[in-house]
């Protein structure tokens, strides 16, 4: 049975950072892509960046603007999200997903399997 369990997140100052990570326990994430969401209170989840399956390609959110960074490591089930320069509208619960195939996509209906999240919190 596949299960995404995040971790990583925390209480932060802006400006400093975070790393993510996404462990499969069923092990089974290494042929699909993957994906990290974010949902803020009173908003809608919102793609964050995606990684493909052999990691050669990854593509982000416009407002990522060059501070996160994600990466994978198939040998460890896991993918990871690398936040910097953290803003307080980074505030949300940030969750990974898999998707149904090799490939990403920003559309939620992209991804079968969620994780339950990790809360990440900027303060000004």
């Known amino acids: 049975q596949v299960q995404l369990v995040e971790s990583g997140g925390g209480s932060v100052r802006a400006g400093d950072s975070l790393t993510l990570s996404c462990v499969d326990s069923g092990r089974s994430s290494s042929d699909y892509g993957m994906a990290w969401f974010r949902q803020a209170p009173g908003k809608e989840r919102e793609f964050v960046g995606g990684?493909?399956?052999?990691?050669?390609?990854?593509h982000y959110a416009d407002f990522v603007r060059g501070r996160f960074t994600m990466s994978r490591d198939n040998t460890k089930s896991t993918v990871y999200l690398q936040l910097n320069s953290l803003e307080p509208d980074d505030t949300a619960v940030y969750s990974c997903?898999?998707?149904?195939?090799?490939?990403?996509?920003?559309?939620?209906?992209?991804?079968?399997?969620w994780g339950r999240g990790t809360q990440v919190t900027v303060s000004s």
């Open positions: 990684v493909t399956w052999r990691g050669g390609a990854t």
């Open positions: 997903a898999r998707a149904r195939g090799g490939n990403i996509g920003a559309d939620i209906n992209y991804y079968g399997v």
